[in-house]
């Protein structure tokens, strides 16, 4: 009864407050809760995504997956600014956003700290001394003993023999003068048959080559901006599909192109190129084959990881701009 009361939902739909936006995480991604209490909805977290700790707030709370991405679409289609007005949230302004990212780093700084302290309250650790080995000592002695070896009378004495002289094959050769026909040849000597001299009393042997049919038109193939080399050369590096679409994102899209803008045009914001994302989409499906209510979930959590890219872009760019 008691492991049911603290359980955790391993899934959650939490409200950023950094820029007004919605998304579906892991559970395990919250590493703070205000006052130190147990996860719960409406509370105040802080998110940790690509080592940035963040500030937000817990909407829902499931196991189920699929049931939070439609509860998702619900929160994203309400009005700006009511998610707010729900959490009892006043309107951000300027001066408010500099204070929110000023606590934050003192919450992050102080964690680090309350570490050190803990480790240096430790006491140091006694250094084990290495036991010898018997058995190696003991296998060095025998070794050293085997070297030593002592020759008993005289070397034997080697024999010279001078080899014996062969007499060579004297008897005539005979040449064939057929033409041969070599089929499979390259497509380059078709019209440049080889004239190959074997010896000065041999006759050239021509070699002509029959018909070959013509490889047929290949078909049109649709511009990519990734060859299948550099496509398999990012899936070995990648350590799962959501690093794969993540590497094809930024290879793709420059900052120009993703400021002020996100996957699905929420928030208020605009949206990424769809031609560019189908091609990330397409490349995904076809490196990372599932059925396709996983593909559906594998290209949702991309699409978290990408939008959480370019929030953490600006916010750093904002603070190097200050």
Known sequence: ?????????????????????????????????????QIAKGEKVMVTLNGQSHQAYVLELSDDYSDLLTREKDYIEKPKGQLRQELNLAPVTSDEEDEQVEEKGKQVKEKENAVDEKDLDQPPK?????????NKENHSK??????????VGKAPR???????????HTGGFSVSEDVIH????????????????????????IVQPSTIAQPSP????????????????VKLKSSGPTAFASTLFRKLFSYDD??????????????????KMEIIQEQLYKHYPNTP????????RCIQTIDSYIRNKQRKLEQGQK
Not at 7 to 36: N, W
Not at 142 to 151: F, P, R
Not at 227 to 232: G, V
């Open 258 to 275: 993703m400021k002020g803008r996100n996957c699905r045009g929420l928030a208020k914001k605009g949206k990424l190129d769809e031609k």
């Open 126 to 134: 006694k250094k084990r001394k290495k036991k010898k080995d018997a």
């Open 142 to 151: 025998v070794k050293k003993k085997l070297a030593t070896v002592i020759g």
């Open 293 to 300: 209510e996983n593909l559906q979930s594998t290209w949702a």
């Open 1 to 37: 009864m008691l492991r049911q009361l603290t359980r955790t939902a391993k899934h959650c739909l939490v409200y950023f407050t950094i820029d007004d936006t919605v998304s579906l995480l892991a559970t395990k991604r919250i590493s703070m809760v205000e006052g130190g209490r």
């Open 182 to 205: 070599v089929v499979d040849l390259p497509v380059m000597h078709i019209n440049n048959p080889i004239t190959e001299t074997v010896a000065s009393t041999i006759a050239p042997t």
């Open 158 to 168: 080697l024999h010279f023999h001078s080899p014996q002289y062969v007499q060579p």
């Open 218 to 233: 290949a078909g049109t193939v649709t511009d990519q901006p990734f060859s299948n080399e550099e496509l398999s050369l």
